[in-house]
């Protein structure tokens, strides 16, 4: 039996990185009006607190945490904290993450190892925190949002295509590794989605207004989180793929 559909949504917990800007903050929102409880996590405080909030409904708890997810020990103690919180993380969704535009010659060593920390190392710590409840409890999802560039090749971001390969491989090792306990993971593989996430490639990469609103917006990728999110103990969604179809 699905242990979730007999539970109220705000006893159920959703834990998202990333959730001080785009894809992770819509996740937290859309959660908060879906009814569940929720922990939004980011690397920096978050100051503007307000829209969240209004959002919550009364019975669900909404707890605001930050470190740096690449830091073992500072993951291991905040999802402790929660636990001890919220009693459970019932959904922990993998959004956290940077790119840097880089090709073969002339990514540098410091980009090279803060992608492939925060991107792939900050996916497998936070993982690894919450599988033992889900485990013990047998339920619970994992979803990593991953990138088309995890598989194909991209010459001019190269640390980031390589860190979603490696998401795509660490997906379905940890599918295989939690099966038997009935915890679902599942990759989000997206096409360009139009949020401020090329920061760190300004002055590199360009695209027109028109372009911009050919891509995936926050919302397509929410409905799709949710999807998985809402699916039943019976089905096991592997994998979701979201093109930008009409994105030239």
């Not at 800007?21 to 307000?50: D, N, Q």
């Not at 010659?105 to 925190?129: H, I, M, P, R, S």
């Not at 940890?174 to 096409?191: G, K, M, N, Y």
Request: charged content about 25%.
């Amino acid at each position: 039996m699905d242990m979730r559909k007999t539970m109220k949504k705000t006893d159920q917990t959703v834990f998202v990185t990333g959730a001080d800007r785009g894809i992770g903050r819509a996740t937290v929102i859309r959660a908060l009006k879906e009814g569940y409880s929720v922990v939004a996590a980011s690397w920096k405080p978050i100051t503007e607190r307000a829209e969240f909030l209004e959002e919550k409904l009364p019975d669900a708890k909404l707890s605001f945490v930050d470190f740096d997810v690449r830091d073992a020990k500072a993951v291991t103690e905040k999802i402790g904290d929660v636990l001890k919180t919220f009693g459970r993380i019932d959904i922990l969704v993998n959004v956290a993450g940077i790119s840097y535009f880089g090709n073969a010659l002339n990514c540098t060593e410091e980009e090279w190892d803060k992608t492939l920390a925060t991107n792939v190392k900050g996916y497998f710590l936070l993982a690894q925190a919450v599988l033992s409840d889900m485990c013990e409890r047998k339920d619970g999802k994992i979803i990593n949002l991953s990138s088309i560039w995890g598989q194909r090749g991209s010459a001019n971001m190269m640390a980031y295509s390589v860190s979603k390969f490696a998401i795509e491989g660490f997906t379905k090792s940890l599918q295989e590794f939690a099966r038997p306990s009935s915890v679902r993971v599942t990759s989000i593989v997206l096409d360009k989605v139009d949020t401020d996430f090329r920061e760190y490639m300004e002055g590199k990469v360009f695209f027109t207004p028109e372009q911009c609103k050919l891509m995936l917006s926050v919302n397509d990728v929410t409905d799709a989180i949710f999807s998985v999110i809402d699916s039943s103990a019976t089905c096991h969604i592997s994998t979701v793929t979201l093109e930008a179809y009409l994105f030239k």
